[in-house]
């Protein structure tokens, strides 16, 4: 009968390997390093993860939240639903810990394509898979023009977001200031309903506002 896995000497490791993927980066961190870091033999390792790919992975998706069950996004007010759906962040307090492994993560994304799709689907996937249920759900309730191409929505939704991470992330006096609530009124203008517009009975500027 096979052993339980430690809970334990799993979170070990798991800290072990964020701190040594964060400052050495995933290509020069081997098993044994993260096996000597954590204090966690590297036969209990390999009884919880296969290959270091894997280990990675689920640093990953740790450090970024998705081990975190994410909100619906479903008020009944879309217009502070989107606005939500594209500020959330489920792990800001890791922040410091993403900005740091990132450029190791894409170093090793470049140099291990099979590592790179695995963790586009793991990481970047569900939130595109977000936008698109929201896009969706606004679409049936005639809040979003059914026209719109779910792929198109989603990269005129996403792409200010790459620009301030890639172009402006050290650069504060060239980011823009409340992106999330511009972003998205931008979009309903462009792509909202007569429907929607009626729905909005207060300003998306508002503090106190819902929508």
Wanted: hydrophobic share 40%; glycine share 4%; net charge positive.
């Amino acid at each position: 009968m096979p052993r339980t896995r430690s809970p334990e000497a799993h979170r070990k490791v798991i800290e072990a390997a964020v701190a040594l993927f964060s400052d050495r980066g995933i290509e020069a961190t081997s098993m044994d390093a993260i096996a000597e870091h954590s204090g966690v033999s590297k036969a209990t390792i390999y009884k919880h993860w296969p290959d270091k790919d894997s280990l990675a992975l689920e640093v990953l998706s740790h450090i970024h939240g998705l081990d975190e069950p994410s909100p619906p996004f479903d008020s009944g007010d879309y217009r502070r639903d989107l606005i939500d759906l594209l500020s959330y962040r489920p792990s800001a307090d890791r922040q410091p810990l993403i900005d740091k492994i990132w450029p190791h993560l894409m170093a090793y994304s470049a140099g291990n394509r099979a590592f790179g799709n695995q963790w586009r689907a793991r990481v970047t996937e569900p939130a595109r898979q977000r936008l698109i249920a929201i896009l969706r759900r606004g679409q049936s309730r005639g809040l979003i023009k059914k026209s719109l191409d779910h792929e198109t929505a989603v990269a005129i939704l996403l792409g200010p977001f790459i620009y301030r991470h890639v172009f402006t992330r050290h650069l504060a006096r060239l980011a823009p200031k409340d992106l999330e609530r511009n972003v998205a009124r931008a979009f309903l203008a462009a792509f909202g309903t007569a429907r929607l517009r009626a729905l909005s009975t207060r300003s998306i500027d508002s503090p106190h506002a819902h929508a």
